[in-house]
């Protein structure tokens, strides 16, 4: 069973732009991790908002990669986001057969 994981990234208003480029290239480190299945994300730049979801073999995979990611990032983290900027929670993955490999039924 793989875990789904929710990030929630609020950037400072004037680092929103940093942060999103930094993400858009530095994903491949995130989708490569041993263990991550697929990462998704979105943004609103309007609220210095950027989410993340992905899936996992586990949670401890996650904090695997999430501690390596700390060390990788921490310094440009602790200047771009919010104090408290990121929020994690971890889901039970439901496959319900809807994802990439869907066919619809005729």
């Known amino acids: 069973m793989s875990t789904t994981v929710h990030v929630t990234v609020k950037t400072k208003a004037d680092s929103f ?5 930094y993400a858009k290239e530095d994903l491949a480190f995130t989708r490569e991790f041993e263990g991550c299945h697929s990462i998704h994300a979105s943004s609103d730049k ?5 989410k993340m979801v992905s899936v996992w073999d586990s949670k401890e995979a996650y904090m695997a990669y999430f501690e390596k990611r700390g060390e990788r ?3 440009k983290f602790a200047a771009w986001l919010e104090p408290d900027g990121i929020t994690l ?5 439901d496959d319900w057969g809807y ?8």
Request: aromatic share 8%.
């Open 46 to 50: 309007a609220t210095n908002t950027i």
């Open 89 to 93: 929670e971890f889901h039970t993955t």
């Open 73 to 75: 990032s921490g310094d």
């Open 17 to 21: 732009d940093a942060m999103h480029n």
């Open 99 to 106: 994802g990439a490999d869907y066919t619809p039924k005729k």
